[in-house]
């Protein structure tokens, strides 16, 4: 993940509790928070591939196979 961008989100969070942000500022706000939740999501999507569940019966599944059976 991108220090730029965190140091950034970080400074309009801290400009928007202390005086407020101008309506730039907030679609830019909006853009890099889609951004970093982007990130996120691609990151525990990814840890969820490394993942497995022992199942009942003794085998071994990967998670999303697990959980798309049971659903």
């Known amino acids: 993940m991108d220090n730029k961008l965190?140091?950034?989100i970080n400074e309009l969070a801290a400009k928007k509790k202390a005086e407020?942000?101008?309506p730039d500022e907030q679609a830019?706000?909006?853009?890099?928070?889609?951004?970093?939740?982007g990130e996120i999501?691609?990151?525990?999507?990814?840890?969820l591939d490394n993942v497995s569940v022992k199942?009942?019966?003794?085998?071994?599944?990967p998670f999303k196979d697990a959980y798309k059976k049971k659903k």
């Open 55 to 61: 199942e009942k019966d003794g085998s071994v599944v």
């Open 20 to 22: 407020g942000l101008t």
């Open 28 to 37: 830019e706000q909006k853009k890099l928070y889609k951004i970093y939740l």
């Open 41 to 47: 999501r691609a990151q525990f999507d990814n840890t």
């Open 6 to 8: 965190l140091q950034r």
